[in-house]
């Protein structure tokens, strides 16, 4: 039986062939996309207004998040898993909640999954990145991201955007014919499917790669 038992991950280094490190393109939406910031100060500041520490909730959430994914990776392995002790009861229910709607769009869909946490790195571009995988439906291929946030934001199909050409450039006889964000409710248990075209995960890649030659410029300034 695996054990799912650590929240704490060592942050995964990308790497090109010749061995020398690259950015992932989290870091480089963290440090360039700033679409939701002033969203997220207003919450940040209705947090604390209500005596809570926004931090601290983020954290949690992330943690969530993170055990979330663990327990559907595990499932698209059909591989057993135990919860560890250094996760919350909270944290535990919530995550089962998101695997609970994972399974029952699993059960509806009936998705052929081709690959899991893949670890991709871009020799073209230098950047890395861990996509949470590609299945597919018919004959069409899929790129897929889990998320157990409240909402899809932009910028998340500029990820998946990213990775797909990644992916393709990796695999160059495979093709993408979509993307699919699959938002994990850990309150409800809900799922919610958002199927991203191939020409907005086109789009998305190409204004990623903007935000990639200015986090490069900005670090000759």
């Not at 207003?42 to 949690?60: F, L, Q, S």
């Not at 089962?96 to 899991?116: D, G, I």
Request: with cysteine.
């Amino acid at each position: 039986m695996g054990e799912i038992m650590s929240k704490f991950k060592i942050h995964t280094k990308y790497k090109t062939k010749d061995g020398s490190v690259v950015p992932s393109v989290t870091t480089i939406l963290n440090s360039q996309c700033g679409w939701n910031k002033s969203i997220l100060m207003n919450w940040g500041i209705r947090m604390v207004k209500e005596g809570k520490d926004p931090h601290a909730y983020t954290k949690d959430a992330a943690d969530t998040g993170t055990l979330a994914h663990a327990l559907c990776e595990a499932n698209i392995n059909n591989e057993d898993y135990e919860i560890g002790a250094d996760w919350t009861e909270n944290q535990t229910a919530r995550a089962m909640k998101a695997l609970f709607a994972f399974k029952e769009w699993r059960e509806q869909t009936k998705p052929k999954f081709v690959a899991a946490e893949m670890k991709l790195v871009s020799e073209k571009h230098k950047v890395g990145g861990t996509a949470d995988g590609v299945f597919k439906i018919g004959k069409k291929l899929y790129i897929y991201d889990i998320k157990t946030s409240k909402d899809v934001y932009d910028e998340m199909k500029l990820q998946l955007g990213m990775y797909t050409h990644m992916y393709e450039e990796i695999q160059p006889k495979a093709k993408i014919d979509g993307g699919v964000i699959l938002r994990l409710d850990k309150e409800t248990g809900d799922f919610h499917y958002h199927s991203i075209h191939r020409d907005t995960l086109d789009i998305g890649a190409k204004i990623f790669i903007h935000f990639l030659e200015t986090y490069k410029l900005k670090k000759e300034l």
